[in-house]
């Protein structure tokens, strides 16, 4: 949800957010309904924090507090006080997202900030690299060194919580308008993506999200209103756990605090209120100990949502906001009191949330937000969602971006990614004639920022569009760069071809290109956040803008700045298009990162997240095309399985243009001396897990009606979220719930007895047996140029052995390593590193991780792309070869 617009316009802002454009909501009854076999089966109760012992001392002293907690104290942490709300007490807690307090036992408000690539609404920060950008890099220490500026960015702004990464969409769909803000379109590139950045990021004390759980893989339909249900996403349990589930189990294991649940549904069940998501896969399953949130406005249930296991209601309100109503807060509280809630759920979802707050180190010196994602004036609302509020100060602009530019630009600079070099035209020296065509070579004219939430594609592209945007402190743009490196420069700052002089033999255009996409709330170009209206052409009649300058000089290159793959072949062949280079979407740091590369500073070393296609009908149906409006519930239901963009082009021997982990440099790398040793013996499934350890016990007595009603003479704020009931509805709710004659209509399978837990399971992340590793392979990595040095990208794909008795795609990525800048001549030793759980399937039957052949032939496949596989190391012979044919 992006709802960072100005107080005022707030209500229209939300009130078209709701009611979408895209969204011909009518009231007529379901015809579309889950395709049979599409059941969303209940799982209850949901599972205790705290059995971990990773967590368990946060858990002790967590208990410690909650014990001491009132019911409405409780039941004010598990919610957010209401959308532009600020605080009563203390501190100014102008975040998206802002919980209640319960100051009296020292447990504050939590300041919860957008986005995933830098700290929203606000400035004197970094506006890094977006996710998509970072993928590209296929380098972990560069994830890893990301995360940690981002974490010190959000813990210096005062922001408890960074509601990031994203990993989900993992981007099934090419199409999809959020893929952006994850690492790209494989489950392995997107979860050492996101381990570094919750690594990074928690380390710095901050409580990092991984979201959004999950099947968001579209933009238009997501939402539940009134009217019509969020689409279903209809995804097989092999595919859950091969595929999308698969970030968010190394994020668990990463030790991430917090998981955020997705608008949609999953097989027809609400994602905010899906007991097999929350307390079945996530909890039990992952074993995640941290707390999790709805995702903005997405809470449609009371009582069902808290037995699903949900932990944390944002922003507090009700589907429609800003009229001082929620499905908890007062009513939690009133459901625990008439005992339709068991206080038991109650206090788990407190400890939990506490719990992550003493896990991170925020009871120690935290500091308190120094901002308003409201305003970037020094004063302003307190409360600007109440009618009335007072004015205080609100930013004290804390300038967090010490020297983190350097990360943000080697991020955009290890990522760009080149495409295609014909005849060595890049690198350029810095004397040839250049002539620069397109919008997208320099700055926004109005200003990097003139478009809020970014809902415009206007100059340079650095971030799609949406909550997941930043404010850029400066924008170093293209043009600029390029002119401060070549005397001889000339921009033609428009995407219709100019009239232009005969251009001399050697002359040099370089086309700049775009494509956007961002979320739903914002319809930029008749695109509704997916790419519905532009598919996979550039934007502004790029294509053609490339074909006329091809036609007019002899040596061009192209600069695409995109959000996702597009079609190129409009231009790819045409001779005079020698160069093109992916710069993804490059955040503040653009022109450098680019100019570097451009010129030859650098050897480009990005590698493309997801592949490009030639046709939009080179991937099936239900991964090329968007659900369109269907009464009812929007179906969009998985059937290409297991089988996403190089798994499906590979399984249909359908060449791509460029395949997935494609990318040139200027230089060239030999890999030799592959080895691979076994480091643990394997057994079918993973050895048994450990008994759950113990969690944290409460009364479970229903708490007198006194805890729920204000101090008197409280003096409340208009349509501020108040975890407290009146003394009358207190009085009548614990009546109710003391009787115990009045039972609340449970949902089928609801039990109250904690569950030992799945066989999968035993830590974060699942069974701790799955990250055993199981070979580990080395190389030598060789630069065999002998002008440019470079960075060389190792990727190493799993490919099962032959006769196994499930369908496994031909190859799949496991692992990858960049080598670090390689002289021309120098070598470097690779490591690489396989896991059980990279040589298992889940097995649907057994509910676990199985090897299928323990001791069989699993061919691991080394090289630069998944379609340069020249070295296989084999796991039953220990031995390895090179120069082999790619098996793709
Ligand atoms: C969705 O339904 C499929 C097909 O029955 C099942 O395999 C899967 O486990 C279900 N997933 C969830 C999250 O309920
Ligand atoms: C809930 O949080 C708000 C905001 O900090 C605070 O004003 C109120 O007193 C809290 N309520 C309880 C029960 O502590
Ligand atoms: C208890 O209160 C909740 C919230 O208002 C309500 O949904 C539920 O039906 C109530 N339970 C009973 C047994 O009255
Ligand atoms: C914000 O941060 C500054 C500098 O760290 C500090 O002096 C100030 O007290 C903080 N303001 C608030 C409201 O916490
Ligand atoms: C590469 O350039 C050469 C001339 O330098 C040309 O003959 C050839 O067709 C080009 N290849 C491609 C794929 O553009
Ligand atoms: C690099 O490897 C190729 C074969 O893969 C070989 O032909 C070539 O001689 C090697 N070059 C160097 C410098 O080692
Ligand atoms: C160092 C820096 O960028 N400071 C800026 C912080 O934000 C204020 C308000 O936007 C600017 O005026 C400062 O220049």
């Known amino acids: 949800m992006a709802v960072r617009t100005s107080s005022v316009v707030a209500w229209l802002t939300l009130a078209l957010a709701i009611f979408d454009p895209t969204c011909h909501a009518g009231a007529v009854s379901p015809r579309d309904d889950v395709p049979a076999g599409y059941v969303a089966a209940p799982y209850y109760p949901a599972p205790h924090g705290g059995w971990t012992a990773s967590w368990s001392n946060s858990y002790a002293k967590a208990q410690a507090l909650v014990a001491q907690m009132t019911l409405a104290e409780k039941t004010n942490i598990t919610g957010g006080v209401g959308i532009y709300m600020g605080s009563l007490t203390f501190h100014y807690r102008p975040c998206v997202g802002n919980t209640g307090s319960a100051y009296r036992v020292g447990f504050p408000q939590l300041c919860l900030q957008d986005s995933a690539l830098g700290v929203a609404s606000t400035d004197n920060v970094t506006a890094f690299p977006a996710g998509i950008t970072t993928g590209a890099t296929f380098d972990k220490a560069l994830m890893y060194a990301r995360g940690v500026a981002l974490g010190e960015e959000f813990r210096g702004k005062g922001a408890n919580v960074y509601l990031g990464p994203t990993v989900g969409p993992i981007g099934r769909k090419p199409l999809g308008g959020r893929n952006w803000e994850g690492f790209g379109s494989d489950p392995v590139l997107q979860a050492v993506a996101a381990a570094q950045t919750i690594k990074g990021v928690q380390e710095q004390g901050v409580i990092a999200t991984i979201k959004h759980l999950i099947g968001n893989e579209q933009e238009m339909y997501r939402m539940y209103n009134p009217f019509q249900p969020g689409y279903s996403a209809n995804i097989g349990d092999r595919t859950l756990h091969e595929v999308y589930l698969w970030p968010f189990a190394e994020g668990v294991h990463a030790g991430v605090g917090s998981v955020m649940t997705a608008y949609n549904a999953v097989n027809g069940s609400a994602c905010s209120q899906h007991s097999t998501l929350i307390n079945e896969l996530l909890k039990d399953e992952l074993g995640f100990q941290g707390f999790v949130m709805s995702d903005w406005l997405s809470h449609i249930s009371g009582v069902d949502s808290a037995l699903a296991g949900l932990d944390m209601d944002m922003p507090g309100d009700t589907q429609i906001p800003l009229l001082g109503f929620s499905l908890w807060k007062y009513d939690l509280t009133r459901s625990v009191l008439n005992g339709s809630v068991p206080l038991d759920r109650l206090n788990d979802m407190t400890t939990r949330i506490v719990a992550a707050w003493y896990q991170l180190g925020q009871d120690k010196n935290y500091p308190p937000p120094n901002f308003s994602s409201n305003t970037h004036d020094r004063d302003g609302l307190l409360y600007p969602a109440a009618v009335i509020s007072p004015i205080g100060q609100v930013n004290w602009y804390v300038n967090v971006q010490a020297d983190h530019y350097k990360v943000a630009r080697q991020v955009a600079q290890d990522a760009i990614t080149l495409l295609k070099n014909n005849g060595s035209l890049l690198p350029l020296t810095t004397s040839k004639s250049i002539k620069v065509f397109g919008t997208d070579a320099q700055v926004n004219p109005a200003g990097a920022n003139a478009c809020g939430n970014r809902a415009c594609n206007t100059g340079t592209l650095g971030m799609g569009w949406g909550s997941g945007v930043a404010d850029y402190p400066y924008f170093d743009d293209p043009i600029t760069a390029i002119k401060k490196r070549a ?402």
Do not use: M
Request: charge should be negative; charged fraction near 15%; proline fraction near 7%.
């Open 487 to 888: 005397s001889d420069v000339t921009l033609y700052a428009t995407d219709n071809f100019p009239t232009v002089p005969t251009p001399n033999a050697d002359d040099v255009a370089i086309v700049f290109i775009s494509s956007d996409a961002g979320e739903n709330s914002f319809t930029v170009e008749g695109n509704h956040g997916d790419r519905d209206s532009a598919k996979l052409a550039a934007w502004h009649n790029g294509d053609t803008l490339v074909q006329k300058a091809a036609a007019k000089y002899s040596n061009v290159i192209v600069v695409v700045h995109t959000v996702g793959p597009l079609l190129l072949e409009p231009w790819i062949d045409l001779p005079s298009v020698k160069a093109v280079l992916f710069a993804h979407l490059p955040g503040q740091e653009a022109g450098e990162s680019l100019a570097n590369i451009l010129f030859g500073d650098a050897s480009p070393s990005g590698h493309l997240p997801y592949s490009i296609t030639k046709a939009e009908t080179d991937l099936p149906d239900s991964v090329s095309k968007l659900k369109g409006f269907a009464f009812g519930q929007v179906q969009d239901t998985y059937s290409e399985g297991l089988y996403i963009d190089y798994r499906y082009l590979n399984k249909n021997k359908i060449k791509p243009r460029f395949a997935f982990g494609h990318g040139l440099s200027y230089t060239t790398f030999n890999f030799t001396s592959p080895s691979i040793t076994q480091k643990t013996a394997l057994s079918l499934a993973p050895p048994t897990r450990p008994a759950k350890g113990t969690t944290p016990t409460y009364s479970t007595a229903i708490p007198p009606a006194s805890e729920a009603v204000a101090p008197a003479g409280f003096a409340t704020i208009f349509r501020y979220l108040y975890s407290w009931l009146s003394s009358g509805d207190a009085a009548a709710a614990y009546a109710i719930g003391s009787a115990g004659t009045k039972k609340y209509a449970y949902p089928a399978g609801y039990s109250e007895t904690q569950k030992p837990g799945p066989a999968a399971g035993g830590a974060e992340g699942g069974n701790a047996a799955l990250w055993d590793v199981a070979w580990e392979l080395k190389l030598t990595v060789k630069n065999a140029g002998t002008t440019y040095k470079g960075k060389a990208s190792t990727q190493a794909y799993v490919q099962f052995p032959a006769g196994i008795p499930y369908d496994t795609p031909i190859v799949q990525l496991r692992d990858f390593a960049k080598t670090a800048e390689l002289a021309p001549g120098a070598t470097e030793t690779v490591t690489l590193q396989l896991t059980r759980k990279d040589v298992s399937v889940w097995d649907v039957e057994l509910q676990n991780w199985v090897v299928p052949i323990v001791g069989g032939r699993y061919t691991i496949w080394i090289g630069e792309a998944s379609d340069k596989l020249f070295t296989a190391c084999y796991t039953d012979t220990l031995t390895c070869e090179t120069g082999l044919a790619s098996p793709v």
